[in-house]
């Protein structure tokens, strides 16, 4: 399924906090939010129809930019989300960009709302980590606790590698031991003989048994 149906089965907690990119931004959704009485986080549009209502003060010095009150209004956008909406703009000076959050929070400092979205980048950085170390080809099972199952006994072979790579002090890195161990998985052989094995490079040497195909 596309991502943004995904918010058709979240249950809503009052209260909470749903941080997401703005792929999820689809304003009848986001209006269960406000309904439930709880908060999201996202990014905003470059093509936002909007009216600003009003404009709070920030302080430059820590990135903010601007911080107001708006409503949408577009004619499909206004009556999919009627309530207002808070805009605010932030500055990256790190990766020199600027990024503007709409959320319907208005309690929290206009600095915060922009560090919650900053700390969603820690599980966007969690998935590309698993993508790119551990060894899950396919899960053989959808529901929740299957896939939390699988990733955990996944993490546990990495940190099980990684013990074992500090412990023999081995110079090969986590890949190459997890290839070596996914080659050797059924054999006899001692762990440190398998991990500390060079490679042995092919004899030119000719056997005797073999005939020349040119005799040179």
Partial sequence: MHDVTVLDYLPIEPGAFYVMDRGYVDFKRLHRFAQGTAFFITRCKRNLDFTRRERRVVNKTT??????????AGPKSSRLYPDPLRRIAFYDVEHKRRLVFLTNN???????????????????????????????????????NAVKTQIWIAISV???????KKEMKLERSLYEILQILSLTLFE??????????????HSETTDPNQLNLFDL
């Fill in 158 to 164: 990495y940190v099980l590698v990684a013990i074992i």
């Fill in 188 to 201: 006899k052989t001692p762990l440190f003989q398998a991990l500390t094995a060079q490679n042995k490079p």
């Fill in 63 to 72: 990135g903010l930019r601007s911080d107001q009150t708006i409503v949408l």
């Fill in 106 to 144: 208005f309690s929290l400092p206009a600095l915060t709302i922009a560090r919650l979205y900053k700390c969603r980048w820690q599980v966007e950085l969690f998935f590309k980590w698993i993508k790119q170390h551990l060894r899950i080809k396919a899960f053989y099972g959808t529901t929740d």
